[in-house]
């Protein structure tokens, strides 16, 4: 564990090294001088912890840093920090408002001072360690899907010939010649043709008038009985 966090200490560390940055005070067109609009060179870049300001200068200039109260009034009587040789380097190291002038009489008030607001980076998450995932037991497919059941029921033959079917064999005539001598007609009991043979007009007529004479002879007999 403490190996962990000063690897992650460390990685941090080189990770402010390799973002930050050197900005160049007035630059690229301009300088640490009384000519350089410094406001509007600061308001156009953000400064981040860990950055560097590099200061570079005339014989007739120096660097000081101020407090609030110096940088508003331009009293650099007292500075914080001083500077002087022609290139300084100023990390900032924390996040907050910072002020830097000129010592030198009369720059401060003809605008040769520098306000930078410093922001906070924001430190990256510590790296958790991998966990792998639980290793699932196999569970081996159902029984079914390997082997499906046996179906009961025996398979639905379709499209039989009449060689495999002996229901469907077609009856033949006696009469008709046969092409094989293999071919064995069989009758069909199916195919048997009826024995009853349709009853003429005259017929139907006669069996009708006696089936009416029979009813007839039954009520009269039914009514003497009854008598």
């Known amino acids: ?12 560390m080189m990770l402010k090294l390799v973002m930050a940055a050197n900005y160049t005070v007035g630059g690229p067109n301009g300088g640490w001088d009384a000519t350089t609009n410094l406001q509007a060179w600061a308001a156009a870049n953000n400064f981040l912890v860990g950055d ?57 008030s003809g605008g040769m001072k520098l306000e930078i607001d410093t922001l906070a980076t924001s430190a990256p998450p510590p790296a958790s360690p991998l966990t792998p995932p639980p ?9 079914s899907t390997l082997f499906p059941p046996a179906s009961s029921s025996p398979p639905e033959v379709d499209n039989l010939s009449p060689s495999q079917s002996p229901e469907m064999t ?8 046969t092409t094989s001598p293999l071919a064995i007609p069989t009758p069909s009991p199916l195919t048997t043709p ?8 005259s017929a139907r007529k006669e069996s009708l008038q006696s089936s009416l004479t029979m009813g007839i002879s039954l009520v009269i007999v039914m009514v003497l009985i009854a008598i």
Not at 1 to 12: E, G
Not at 194 to 201: D, E, F, Q, V, Y
């Open 194 to 201: 009826s024995l009853k043979t349709p009853l003429s007009s």
């Open 135 to 143: 290793a699932s037991p196999l569970t081996p497919p159902p029984a």
């Open 1 to 12: 564990m403490v190996r962990t966090f000063i690897s992650l200490a460390f990685v941090a």
């Open 170 to 177: 077609p009856t033949m005539s006696p009469s008709a010649p």
């Open 52 to 108: 560097n300001l590099i200061f570079q200068y005339g014989p007739s200039h120096d660097v000081i840093e101020v407090s609030k109260a110096g940088y508003d009034s331009c009293q650099v009587s007292s500075p914080l920090q001083s500077y002087s040789g022609g290139t300084t380097a100023i990390t900032l190291s924390s996040p907050g408002k910072r002020y830097f002038t000129c010592a030198t009489p009369g720059h401060c």
